[in-house]
């Protein structure tokens, strides 16, 4: 079936260094592509989402292109902040609106 | 737009006992899922309903679990009995017709002592 593979954590990065966390699918079809992020104590929240491959999905600095070519979906920020210390969660949807989630990936940045 | 809103926030019960988490959909959404998040586990989707029907429920752990969704807007999940290693934080999330994503609740802690 359908799934991502993100890569493991915990990453750990000073602020302001650039942040890379790979993530890869498998899918049948041609999913729609996302990256959520979960702060301490809350529940999941949509960052940015790409539909079609060459899409780029942006938000709050983060950026992730949909590579249909490497099957792959890389989240980047080119200067982190302690506040974006967080697990970011790569996804993936079909039609059917069925989503899966990777495991996830713990971020912490050090001031 | 109050977004998904789960109770309550901390739950805290006795081996055994039964317990039933709350769940308010945003107006508009259509789909509902119900996930729970563990360390060793992560996340795991439990049961999704479209239109106030149930699609999959090949995620609920057992006939201890059961989920409803008696009208457009509103779901409950119930453990009975419930047992300490049903202990984690449950989460439900819903979406809204074509490709938008998933808005969680900030979920439930739940403890069984």
């Known amino acids: 079936g359908d799934s991502v593979t993100q890569m493991e954590g915990p990453v750990t990065l000073s602020e302001e260094a650039f942040l890379t966390i790979n993530c890869t699918y498998t899918a049948t079809g041609y999913p729609s592509l996302f990256w959520y992020v979960q702060y301490p104590g809350e529940g999941l929240q949509l960052l940015l989402k790409?539909?079609?491959?060459?899409d780029k999905g942006s938000n709050k600095g983060f950026e992730a292109t949909y590579r249909k070519e490497t099957t792959s979906f890389h989240l980047e920020k080119g200067s982190v902040q302690v506040s974006d210390s967080a697990v970011y969660f790569c996804?993936?949807?079909?039609?059917?609106?069925?989503?899966?989630f990777g495991a996830g990936t713990r971020l912490t940045v050090k001031p | 737009d109050a977004g998904v809103i789960q109770s309550p926030r901390h739950e805290v019960t006795e081996m055994g006992q039964e317990v039933t988490l709350r769940c308010k959909l945003i107006s508009g959404h259509n789909s509902l899922f119900w996930y729970r998040q563990t360390m060793m586990r992560g996340l795991e989707l439990l049961i999704y309903?479209?239109?106030?029907?149930?699609?999959?429920d090949s995620g609920m752990p057992e006939d201890r679990f059961s989920a409803k969704m008696p009208n457009a807007s509103f779901s409950t999940l119930k453990i009975q009995p419930s047992e300490p290693r049903d202990s984690a934080v449950y989460f439900c999330?819903?979406?809204?017709?074509?490709?938008?994503?998933?808005?969680f609740g900030s979920g439930t802690r739940l403890t069984v002592v």
């Open positions: 999330a819903s979406s809204r017709p074509g490709i938008y994503g998933y808005t």
């Open positions: 790409a539909t079609k491959a060459d």
């Open positions: 996804a993936l949807s079909d039609r059917s609106n069925d989503m899966r």
């Open positions: 309903f479209n239109n106030n029907v149930p699609i999959d």
